[in-house]
């Protein structure tokens, strides 16, 4: 977050002129970089423990309240560049209506199959640790629900995995199709709506405590 604080100041400073094209997208290309950064170390600690990552001690109420699937929903870009965005051409709000379509499947093939993991634990996983209870050896019964939860939570970081695809697919395509100078207002937005978001749920835990 203290990164991303950083990255948001050069990116409300840069140049706006056409003249400094060079600087605006070398600033895009260290925001996307920082993003990946990101996802790499997020896959890597979730390897390790990915339930802290659907529900995660570090964010405030109000962040829990807004995530999905352990993070922002790719829609929600589309919202901000036609909030942050005035000036776009025919062209370009063709090709993101299409990638809005797009991407709107892509979150609903996310959620089907996150909604496919909660029934099929319900269905198999749930009744077979219900059962354990009546085995004797403890051994053996840490040895079943060690392998029941291995696979629950394989199964989790897979649809994690999937949700941050759609979200990573999301920026590069919305990049693909803006100006270099649009790409630093679109960036700017999704910065200052994770950072009020943050500041903003910090403020009313604190209020409330």
Known sequence: MSQLEELL???????????????????????TAHHKDYYTAKWAAAHEDVLSFFSPMWLSSLENANLWVTGWKP?????????ALSQLSDEQLKNVDALRVKIKGEEDKVEREMERKQVALGDRKMVELSRMTRVDDNNELDRLV??????????????????DCVRL???????????????????????????QMRKRGRKKKDSIN
Do not use: C, H, W
């Not at 840069?14 to 094209?21: A, D, F, G």
């Not at 829609?75 to 909030?83: D, N, P």
């Not at 291995?150 to 949700?163: T, Y």
């Open 9 to 31: 100041k050069l990116l409300l400073i840069v140049p706006r002129e056409s003249s400094y094209v060079k600087d605006q997208e070398s600033l895009v290309n260290k925001m």
């Open 75 to 83: 829609s929600i870009a589309f919202r901000l560049v036609g909030v």
């Open 146 to 163: 060690e392998l029941a939860l291995k696979g629950l939570m394989m199964s989790l970081e897979r649809v994690m995995k999937m949700a």
């Open 169 to 195: 697919k999301t920026l590069k395509g919305l990049l693909e199709i803006l100006s270099p100078i649009q790409s630093v207002d679109l960036l700017a937005a999704v910065a200052t709506l994770q950072i």
